[in-house]
């Protein structure tokens, strides 16, 4: 019986008590995944980063183009000039495979450093959006398991992160 009451007891406190904190502070949370894709900076960073994928295509091709080429002369030659081509060749799929390795390390690189300077904007303007709107916590919707839709500034986020990178 005494078990029951202060079980009872501990629940009403308990309940009390994130009522209380609710009410005295202010909770929002964002979907950082949502902002990082409509956040305008982001669409035009991939943009450019498509434009020296596809640069680094065509010079791939031409690289590619040019081993073929050699293939096919490969045919026509006698065997003292096809060995030294057969070399010429091997280097050719070498300088490739090490062109393709470089390739996807620069590129990655550079995703790599633009999307933690985005993540680091974003994260600046959330701290000063709680700050100046008294915010108590804003989480990321990744921790949530359910959130009032009230409670989303996902939205504003976007709209404050599209403004600055506007006025830039």
């Given at each position: 019986m005494l078990r029951k009451i202060f079980t009872g007891m501990a629940l009403a406190i308990f309940l009390f008590s994130g009522l209380a904190y609710a009410q005295e502070n202010k909770v929002g949370f964002v979907d950082l995944s949502k902002a990082f894709d409509e956040y305008q900076k982001t669409k035009d960073f991939d943009r450019e980063l498509e434009k020296k994928g596809d640069a680094k295509q065509g010079q791939r091709e031409n690289l590619v183009k040019d081993i073929r080429k050699m293939r096919e002369e490969i045919e026509l030659m006698n065997e003292k000039t096809r060995e030294k081509k057969e070399q010429d060749i091997e280097a050719k799929i070498?300088?490739?495979?090490?062109?393709?390795?470089?390739?996807?390390?620069i590129l990655t690189k550079e995703r790599d450093d633009m999307?933690?300077?985005?993540?680091?904007?974003?994260?600046?303007?959330?701290?000063d959006y709680g700050e100046k709107n008294g915010f108590s916590i804003i989480l990321n919707d990744r921790v949530l398991l359910y959130g009032n839709s009230a409670l989303d500034l996902t939205d504003e986020i976007i709209k404050i992160l599209n403004d600055r990178y506007a006025k830039k």
């Amino acid at each position: 019986m005494l078990r029951k009451i202060f079980t009872g007891m501990a629940l009403a406190i308990f309940l009390f008590s994130g009522l209380a904190y609710a009410q005295e502070n202010k909770v929002g949370f964002v979907d950082l995944s949502k902002a990082f894709d409509e956040y305008q900076k982001t669409k035009d960073f991939d943009r450019e980063l498509e434009k020296k994928g596809d640069a680094k295509q065509g010079q791939r091709e031409n690289l590619v183009k040019d081993i073929r080429k050699m293939r096919e002369e490969i045919e026509l030659m006698n065997e003292k000039t096809r060995e030294k081509k057969e070399q010429d060749i091997e280097a050719k799929i070498k300088a490739l495979q090490e062109f393709d390795q470089d390739a996807k390390a620069i590129l990655t690189k550079e995703r790599d450093d633009m999307v933690r300077d985005i993540l680091k904007e974003m994260n600046d303007v959330i701290q000063d959006y709680g700050e100046k709107n008294g915010f108590s916590i804003i989480l990321n919707d990744r921790v949530l398991l359910y959130g009032n839709s009230a409670l989303d500034l996902t939205d504003e986020i976007i709209k404050i992160l599209n403004d600055r990178y506007a006025k830039k």
